[in-house]
């Protein structure tokens, strides 16, 4: 953490909005001495940035570009329409294409930082995943799934570690490449995520991603994940879990609810995730 909050090379303009997104529509610093830095590199269509500021409030659109923020120090708040989001130190954000109002604020004395990636979907389609997992243009989603944010935030954080100072990189470099890997693997979880209520087989995820059923199992499998049924029966366990400890009215229900139809193999796997059977967990909310 401690090479991160180096001191950055502020930028010498009073007023000056980083260039990282497609329009800005009102830039300001939260006091009169603000200060803003950006280190850029681009690879391809994809863009990588770190941001220091001493805390700033920017209206900005984005009409084509998914973006992805990972906070190191500091808050960020995100407005979009009617919905408000924030992350701090340790969260993340994705956006798909959208209009929004970011503030954010530094932590005591020390500037916000976070790294950035942005990219167009076209960009999943650029480099072939296990063969040819190629996400096409479908809406992006709002989550990142927890199982490659880790990952994702470290690898964004090593290029742009190595990479200091260089303004652009192969699109068909390792890293990069990687990069791009974990980023159409967080879709797909994500999916999931926004879906797990419904019936869901590996082919209508394919299709959803604009690949073949085997080489999604094939990437889950080559970047380390579990496999893709294991990813979604852990979501609606989870899923099923909060319902449960909400008191809802029976366990069937609540399986029901989060897309188990299986009761018997639910109780079993229920058991084996948090150490007790659902209705166990039902009960003692009575």
């Keep these: 953490m401690r090479r991160f909050l180096r001191r950055p090379e502020w930028r010498a303009e009073a007023q000056s909005a980083p260039q ?3 329009r800005t529509d009102s830039f300001r610093f939260l006091d009169e001495r603000g200060k803003l830095a950006v280190e850029r590199t681009e690879a391809g269509q994809m863009v990588l940035a770190r941001v220091w500021s001493t805390g700033h409030d920017i209206t900005l659109e984005e009409p084509e570009r998914v973006t992805v923020l990972f906070p190191w120090a500091g808050r960020i708040t995100c407005a979009v329409q009617d919905d408000r989001v924030a992350a701090a130190a340790g969260d993340v954000l994705a956006f798909g294409p959208n209009r929004r109002r970011t503030v954010v604020e530094r932590p005591g004395r020390d500037p916000y930082l976070a790294d950035v ?22 809406a992006p989603h709002p989550t990142i799934a927890d199982a490659v944010t880790a990952r994702l935030r470290i690898r964004t954080a090593h290029i742009l570690n190595a990479d200091r100072g260089q303004k652009q990189m192969g699109a068909d470099s390792p890293q990069i490449v990687d990069l791009t890997m974990d980023l159409a693997l967080a879709l797909a979880v994500a999916i999931m995520q926004d879906r797990y209520a419904e019936p869901m087989s ?10 073949s059923y085997r080489s999604l199992e094939a990437a889950f499998h080559e970047a380390g994940h579990p496999p893709r049924q294991s990813v979604l029966g852990a979501i609606r366990l989870d899923a099923a879990r909060i319902r449960l400890l909400s008191g809802g009215p029976s366990v069937t229900t609540c399986a029901l609810e989060c ?3 299986h009761l018997g193999r639910f109780a079993q796997a229920y058991r084996q995730r948090f150490g007790e059977y659902p209705a166990d967990t039902l009960a003692a909310r009575g």
């Design 20 to 22: 990282l997104f497609h």
């Design 117 to 138: 990636v942005t990219f167009p979907l076209a960009v999943l389609q650029e480099v072939q995943i296990a063969e040819d997992l190629k996400p096409d243009a479908s």
């Design 202 to 211: 590996i082919a209508a995820l394919a299709r959803d991603l604009g690949c």
């Design 259 to 261: 897309g188990i139809t």
